[in-house]
């Protein structure tokens, strides 16, 4: 079966950027070229037992980024069996995407597998609320549409994935010591540009040392983990969580005013207390020590401030660990 697609789609096409420019473009012009009332893109976990919503335009019945389980869902069944197909969605369904798709009004989706060398890494969806509106032909089209981006998507996929590999630290899953830079420095250039300021937190678990040499590396590392989890939770949207050592940890955050960067200090000790007790013992309170500094005038680059908030997790931890000090 030959498709016709529009030239200005694959113009948008060539005009993106990155991936997340990529897929956006074909999850905009996917309604155009179907019937649908959402359409959405969906990558593969390295486990193949999930898939993770990498785009969608339309009804927000299921959320971008939300883990999806392979086992229980129509698309993962699409993924697995590399063989599109169309479901009708009801209240009752044995398909747990299914179900949801009903609760926001759509009773009916196609999805096709994206396919490159016989391996499936994805999914194209669709779907809408008038039940019988998809076809044979529908699925066809979409089909070819899936096998013609696929290549193109796949790279796109592999140099994301390479790129997240690179920037996120492999114990705790938040974002590492190069990413921690890459984004200082972003930021470092917009202060010397506009002066917009930014605060940087360095944290220092306190005697974690003894954790490890007492009961272990691997109950260091469920902590860490626990630790970093329940940070992670709490950090502004606009700010960067990241591991730059063993047991130390630094946010970048762009905040005008320093209360702000105080009061965070004071929740990450707050949240620390309680990080432990679950994995170790109801006694033992794990606690931080946290250094404190704004972006100033006499930066002209970032290891400059990143020395001074250092200065001040070193005063931190002589006046007695447990708290914070800012310079």
């Not at 939300?66 to 699409?78: Q, S, W």
């Not at 169309?86 to 994206?114: E, R």
Request: charged residues 20%; proline residues 3%; contains cysteine.
């Amino acid at each position: 079966m030959s498709i016709s697609i529009p030239v200005h789609f694959i113009e948008r096409l060539n005009e993106a950027k990155n991936l997340d420019d990529t897929l956006n473009c074909i999850t905009i012009w996917l309604p155009q070229l179907l019937p649908a009332e959402r359409a959405s893109i969906t990558f593969s976990a390295k486990d193949k037992e999930r898939l993770k919503v990498y785009s969608f335009q339309g009804n927000s019945a299921i959320a971008k980024s939300l883990d999806i389980p392979v086992a229980t869902t129509f698309v993962g069944k699409v993924f697995e069996s590399q063989q599109a197909d169309i479901a009708i969605c009801t209240a009752d369904s044995k398909f747990d995407d299914c179900k949801m798709l009903y609760g926001n009004g759509l009773t009916t989706c196609l999805d096709v597998p994206l396919i490159k060398a016989g391996v499936c890494f994805g999914t194209i969806n669709i779907a809408h609320s008038k039940s019988d509106i998809y076809t044979h032909n529908h699925l066809c089209y979409l089909v070819n549409l899936a096998n013609l981006l696929a290549p193109f998507l796949f790279v796109y996929h592999e140099l994301n994935s390479q790129t997240k590999l690179a920037t996120t630290d492999e114990l705790t899953g938040i974002a590492n010591r190069r990413a921690f830079f890459s984004f200082a420095n972003k930021l470092m250039h917009a202060w010397l540009e506009s002066n917009k300021k930014f605060f940087i937190l360095m944290i220092d678990l306190d005697y974690f040392k003894e954790i490890n040499d007492t009961l272990g590396h691997p109950v260091g590392d469920e902590v860490l983990k626990a630790f970093s989890q329940n940070i992670i939770d709490i950090i502004p949207k606009d700010a960067l969580f990241s591991r730059v050592g063993g047991e130390e940890f630094a946010i970048v955050y762009p905040c005008q005013q320093a209360s702000d960067a105080t009061n965070l200090a004071d929740l990450i000790n707050k949240i620390s207390h309680q990080t432990a007790k679950p994995i170790l013992s109801e006694n033992i309170c794990l606690t931080v020590s946290i250094g404190i500094t704004q972006v100033s005038p006499s930066d002209l680059k970032i290891d400059h401030t990143v020395a001074r908030a250092d200065k001040a997790l070193y005063m931190a931890k002589a006046n007695g660990r447990n708290q914070y000090s800012v310079v």
